[in-house]
């Protein structure tokens, strides 16, 4: 949700209007992994497992569609749009037509650098550069 709340200023700063709200990314980026609280299990060893029955992406789908329902969460088409593709178009992809609509895209561009460039951040030791970051628990790369 940082990497939404300033990469939004960014690519608005091209000149170029973007047909979302920071509201709308930010929102996306924690709807994204709503599962994770209930689905993370940390073992007594200090391992972290999914917890059975929490252990598919159509598992995770299916938890986060439920917990919207619950609290009666209504996204719009194009909120719904950004939150299943956020991770990629996937087994949707077409090189003849669009399937991930800009919020995706960005919302993507966001989950994508957390995952894949600053994965081991916030860092346990020394203390990460990012002011106020901190692990909950500490995990060796």
Not at 1 to 10: G, V
Not at 54 to 60: G, M, Q, R, S, V
Not at 85 to 90: K, Q, S, T
């Given at each position: 949700?940082?990497?939404?709340?300033?990469?939004?200023?960014?690519n608005?700063?091209?000149g170029?209007?973007?047909?979302?709200?920071?509201?709308d990314?930010?929102?996306i980026m924690?709807?994204?992994?709503?599962e994770?609280p209930?689905r993370?299990?940390?073992?007594?060893?200090?391992t972290v497992?999914?917890?059975?029955g929490?252990?598919?992406?159509?598992?995770?789908k299916k938890?986060r569609?439920?917990?919207?329902?619950?609290?009666g969460?209504?996204?719009?088409?194009?909120?719904l749009n950004g939150l299943?593709?956020?991770?990629?178009?996937?087994?949707?992809y077409?090189?003849?037509?669009?399937v991930?609509?800009?919020?995706?895209?960005?919302?993507?561009?966001?989950?994508?650098?957390s995952a894949r460039?600053?994965?081991?951040?916030?860092?346990?030791?020394?203390?990460d550069?990012?002011?106020?970051?901190?692990?909950?628990?500490?995990?060796?790369?």
């Open positions: 949700m940082n990497y939404a709340y300033h990469l939004y200023d960014f608005a700063s091209f170029r209007p973007l047909p979302f709200t920071k509201s990314g930010i929102m924690f709807l994204h992994d709503l994770k209930w993370i299990e940390v073992m007594p060893d200090g497992r999914n917890r059975p929490l252990d598919t992406k159509e598992a995770f938890f569609e439920d917990k919207l329902e619950e609290y969460v209504n996204l719009s088409p194009y909120q299943t593709y956020v991770e990629g178009e996937i087994k949707d077409s090189s003849t037509h669009r991930m609509n800009e919020l995706a895209a960005f919302c993507h561009q966001c989950d994508n650098w460039a600053w994965y081991n951040y916030p860092k346990t030791a020394p203390l550069e990012w002011v106020g970051a901190d692990r909950v628990r500490k995990i060796k790369y």
